[in-house]
């Protein structure tokens, strides 16, 4: 018989990491980027990425990204 594989996360890290994952792609979508100047939207693309790396130290599941 087969083995099965073993799950590297759990499911409720999956679930915590996609839900973490999907807002940072919200509030990407959301930035008026084409009214903004480019200083200030590389400030509030690095704040999207400051979050999403600190809520990544907390969830193995979103390090892999």
């Known amino acids: ?3 099965k594989r073993k ?4 499911t409720d ?10 807002q940072i ?5 959301a930035l ?7 200083t ?3 400030q509030e693309v690095r704040k999207l990425k400051d979050n999403l790396e600190k809520d990544a130290q907390h969830c193995h599941w ?3 990204f």
Do not use: C, N
């Open 25 to 29: 792609l919200e509030a990407f979508v």
């Open 7 to 10: 799950r590297v996360f759990e």
């Open 40 to 42: 200030q939207a590389w």
């Open 32 to 38: 008026p980027l084409e009214t903004m100047d480019k």
């Open 62 to 64: 979103l390090q892999k």
């Open 13 to 22: 890290e999956m679930s915590k990491g996609a839900v973490k994952a999907r």
């Open 1 to 3: 018989m087969g083995s």
